[in-house]
C-alpha cells in the first residue's frame, strides 16, 4: 500500500520551459512534505519542502503547491535547465514522527 | 565540509557471506536512518536511531541488523544476504523533522 506516488516515471522538458512534477498522497495525517533531487551514482538532495499550514513555497526556480483537499502536491520548476535533469522524489512525513515516505520518483530530462 | 560518507560505495558479497556497509557523518545529527532502495522504487525505511535509541521497520527482515557505536558512525550488518538483498543501500542524517534528512553517496550491493 503505497502511501505516496509519482504516477509519471518520466517526463522530457525542454529547456526554458516549466517542468511540473506530480504527487499524491493517501495518508491524511500526513503534515510536511519535501522533495528531493538525484543524481546518477549520488544521492537524494533535498531541494524544497513544504508545511501542511502552507499552500505554496517558493524557492528561486522551484516552487512547491500543496493541495490538502485533494492530497496533492506539485513542483515547478521554472525555466527549466539542463542540469535539472534529475530522478525527483516526493516525500512526507506526519507530525509524530522524523521517518519519511518516499514516492518512486520521477525522471526528468530537460533537453536543449 | 560536513557531510555524510558512505563505505564502500560499491560493495559485492556472495550469497550467504555477512556484509557490513558503514555511515559516518560531521554533521553532528542525532537522527541517523538506514533505507534499501531497489531499481525504479522508493527508498525504504530500515532503522532509524534516534541518539542510540534504535527503532527498527516492522517489515524489515531479522538479516538486517545495525548499530550505533557513537554519533558520528552507523553500521549495516546484512548477516546471510540473499540475491534479493541486491540494492542500493543509503545513510541519511537529520536534527529534526523540518530540517530535512541528509543523505550519503550510498554504497550499492551486489550479491553473487
Known amino acids: 500500500d503505497q502511501q505516496v506516488k509519482q504516477n509519471s516515471p518520466s517526463l522530457s522538458v525542454q529547456e526554458g520551459r516549466i517542468s511540473i512534477l506530480n504527487c499524491d498522497y493517501t495518508n491524511s495525517m500526513f503534515d510536511y512534505f519535501l522533495w528531493y533531487k538525484k543524481y546518477p551514482a549520488e544521492g537524494p538532495t533535498f531541494l524544497i519542502s513544504i508545511s501542511s499550514i502552507k499552500d505554496k513555497n517558493e524557492d528561486g526556480r522551484f516552487t512547491v503547491f500543496l493541495n490538502k483537499s485533494a492530497k496533492h502536491l506539485s513542483l515547478h520548476i521554472v525555466p527549466s535547465q539542463p542540469g535539472d535533469s534529475a530522478v525527483y522524489f516526493c516525500?512526507?512525513?506526519?507530525?509524530?514522527?522524523?521517518?519519511?515516505?518516499f514516492g518512486t520518483g520521477t525522471r526528468l530530462q530537460v533537453f536543449p | 565540509d560536513a557531510m555524510v560518507i558512505q563505505n564502500p560505495r560499491y560493495q559485492v558479497t556472495q550469497f550467504g557471506k555477512p556484509v557490513t556497509l558503514s555511515c559516518s557523518q560531521t554533521l553532528n545529527h542525532n537522527v541517523m536512518y538506514w533505507y534499501q532502495q531497489k531499481s525504479s522504487q522508493a527508498p525504504k525505511l530500515l532503522f532509524h536511531y534516534y541518539d542510540k535509541d534504535f527503532n527498527n521497520e516492522a517489515d524489515t527482515p531479522d538479516n538486517f541488523q545495525s548499530r550505533r557505536p557513537n554519533t558520528s558512525f552507523c553500521f549495516l550488518d546484512i548477516r546471510s544476504p540473499g540475491l534479493g538483498d541486491a540494492a542500493m543501500y543509503l545513510c541519511?542524517?537529520?536534527?529534526?523533522?523540518?530540517?530535512?534528512?541528509?543523505f550519503g553517496p550510498g554504497t550499492r550491493l551486489t550479491v553473487l
Open positions: 516525500a512526507a512525513s506526519d507530525y509524530n514522527t522524523d521517518k519519511l515516505i
Open positions: 541519511a542524517t537529520s536534527r529534526g523533522r523540518e530540517s530535512g534528512q541528509f
